[in-house]
T-cell receptor
Framework: KNEVEQSPQNLTAQEGEFITINCSYS?????LHWLQQHPGGGIVSLFM???GKKKHGRLIATINIQEKHSSLHITASHPRDSAVYIC????????FGAGTRLTVKP | KAGVTQTPRYLIKTRGQQVTLSCSPI?????VSWYQQTPGQGLQFLFE???????NKGNFPGRFSGRQFSNSRSEMNVSTLELGDSALYLC??????????????FGPGTRLTVL
């Protein structure tokens, strides 16, 4: 069993829909990251969380330390949100989930 | 502020050769981490350097090595290349301010193909 599990693996949504991606982890952590990877490979860090909730524009990330679970929400999804979203735990030695491939259709 | 840069962006090598990849972190960042991404294994941590010292190491064979220079630029080397080393190699830097000290900023990656 991987240390970091994400669901779903693939997600297709219509523009405007509310999207949730889930991440569960099995190890003690100091930080959890949500990353976005577009075709071509570039990775952007969306959030780094150690507790609670963070919001940036239409993106919201939450973490429940007791349940070892985090969620990434996208409100009012848009085709430009289409990307692979990756959950990772750790700081300088991240361990990654397999990623969720999101496709938002116009 | 300039972002993380990696050179070269693309590289083709043959089995048995060795390769050196370079990563220049964001100015002021002292930590550089290296990751390998393959379709089969996904993203995996290789090693992390901080102030010219290897601070963390992932589960990769000794053919994979790295170093960091006094200006925080880092190189990784893979010797005796195998077909399975074909991957996107990403580096990430961190360490720029109190509130975001450990947020990692990724470079564009070096895509290595081993023939």
């Amino acid at each position: 069993k991987n240390e970091v599990e994400q669901s779903p693996q693939n997600l297709t949504a219509q523009e405007g829909e509310f999207i949730t991606i889930n991440c569960s982890y099995s190890v003690g952590i100091s930080a959890l990251h949500w990353l976005q990877q577009h075709p071509g490979g570039g990775i952007v860090s969306l959030f780094m969380l150690s507790s609670g909730k963070k919001k940036h524009g239409r993106l919201i990330a939450t973490i429940n330390i007791q349940e070892k679970h985090s969620s990434l929400h996208i409100t009012a999804s848009h085709p430009r949100d289409s990307a692979v979203y990756i959950c990772a735990v750790g700081e300088h030695d991240m361990r990654f989930g397999a990623g969720t491939r999101l496709t938002v259709k116009p | 502020k300039a972002g993380v840069t990696q050179t070269p962006r693309y590289l083709i090598k043959t089995r048995g050769q060795q390769v050196t990849l370079s990563c220049s972190p964001i100015s002021g960042h002292r930590s550089v981490s290296w990751y390998q991404q393959t379709p089969g294994q996904g993203l995996q941590f290789l090693f992390e350097y901080f102030s010219e010292t290897q601070r963390n190491k992932g589960n990769f064979p000794g053919r994979f090595s790295g170093r960091q220079f006094s200006n925080s630029r880092s190189e990784m080397n893979v010797s005796t290349l195998e077909l399975g080393d074909s991957a996107l190699y990403l580096c990430a830097s961190s360490g720029g301010g109190i509130s975001s000290y450990n947020e990692q900023f990724f470079g564009p990656g070096t895509r290595l193909t081993v023939l």
